[in-house]
């Protein structure tokens, strides 16, 4: 069975950073694009960062310059460094995955990581 595991969330003053961690774990044949959603209260999944396989990268307006995507092909694993967080960072973070097994392609998601910022 295929799954992505997500860590690192937590309760964080304004200002401070979080480091987000997803591993994936089955029997994966690659993994293509990697990337980071987050959803807060009463709004819509948002992009936040996502990664290619070859490390191209692209953010969502509101982390450029805060947040920093990158990955691990090796250990099958996708990190999101935050600093400079703020209060309306606040939201379940998702980890997503396009990969591949023997038999399929399919796109998977996390099981999500609650970050809080206060204020």
């Known amino acids: 069975q295929v799954q992505l595991v997500e860590s690192g969330g937590g309760l964080v003053q304004a200002g401070g950073s979080l480091r987000l961690s997803c591993a994936a774990s089955?029997?994966?044949?690659?993994?293509?694009?990697m990337g980071w959603y987050r959803q807060a209260p009463g709004k819509q999944r948002e992009l936040v960062a996502a990664?290619?396989?070859?490390?191209?990268?692209n953010y969502a307006d509101s982390v450029k310059g805060r947040f920093t995507i990158s990955r691990d092909n090796a250990k099958k694993t996708v990190y999101l460094q935050m600093n400079s967080l703020k209060p309306e960072d606040t939201a379940v973070y998702y980890c997503?995955?396009?990969?591949?097994?023997?038999?399929?392609?399919?796109?998977?998601w996390g099981q999500g990581t609650l970050v809080t910022v206060s204020s």
């Open positions: 997503n995955a396009d990969l591949a097994t023997m038999t399929k392609y399919f796109e998977v």
């Open positions: 089955g029997s994966i044949v690659s993994i293509n694009a």
């Open positions: 990664i290619t396989r070859g490390g191209s990268t």
